[in-house]
Each structure stands twice: as structure tokens, then as C-alpha cells.
Nanobody, 115 residues
Framework: QVQLVESGGGLVQAGGSLRLSCVVS????????MGWYRQAPGKQRELVAL???????NYADSVKGRFTISRGPARNSVYLQMNSLNPEDTAVYYC?????????WGQGTQVTVSS
């Protein structure tokens, strides 16, 4: 059974930084995509960043230049370095894994940015 566990969320002032981590356990196939999504209160879940097994990243326009997604050397972890945070980044952040046409989700970690 595939499980994803996020960590690293918290409360930070505007302009600050946080680093989110996600570790995946269970069977992981070579070809997959990992990523981060977020959901703010009253809004739909939206893509933040994706990274392929080859290490190619893609970012939402709203976070380009501020956030960096990366994968760990063991390929079972993904990280999101978030810099220059602003209150609009406040949301629950979810880690995702897509493999063999199936999407797995973590439980989410809260990020709150105060002004």
C-alpha cells in the first residue's frame, strides 16, 4: 500500500520561508510524477508544482521564482522550498504521486502566512 506523509508546514510571517517534505512508502514504480497541490479555504485544490522521475519541474505561474520542487536521492521523497511567502500562499498543502494512471495523496500540511 502506497502512503505519503508530509511535514514542514507551519506559521510564518510574510516574506519568510518554509520547506515542505513528503516521504512515500510502499511500491514505487520507476516512471512516476510527484508534486504539490494546495487548497485554501473556500477554494478548489490547485497545482503548485510537479516533478517527473527524470527531475523535470513545472510550476504554477503564481509560485514561479519563489518555490522550488526537488526529489530526494532515493526517489521516494519530494520537497518544496517556499521563499518570499505571502498571505495568498496560505493553504493546506498536499503531496501527490502519480503512477500507473493512479494518483495517491498525503494527508496535507497547513501553511499559514501572516501579514
Amino acid at each position: 500500500q502506497v502512503q505519503l506523509v508530509e511535514s514542514g508546514g507551519g506559521l510564518v510571517q510574510a516574506g519568510g520561508s518554509l520547506r515542505l517534505s513528503c516521504v512515500v512508502s510502499g511500491r514505487i514504480f520507476i516512471i512516476n510524477t510527484m508534486g504539490w497541490y494546495r487548497q485554501a479555504p473556500g477554494k478548489q485544490r490547485e497545482l503548485v508544482a510537479l516533478i517527473t522521475n527524470g527531475g523535470n519541474p513545472n510550476y504554477a505561474d503564481s509560485v514561479k521564482g519563489r518555490f522550488t520542487i526537488s526529489r530526494g536521492p532515493a526517489r521516494n521523497s519530494v520537497y518544496l522550498q517556499m521563499n518570499s511567502l505571502n498571505p495568498e500562499d496560505t493553504a493546506v498543502y498536499y503531496c501527490s504521486l502519480v503512477q500507473i494512471n493512479r494518483t495517491y495523496w498525503g494527508q496535507g500540511t497547513q501553511v499559514t502566512v501572516s501579514s
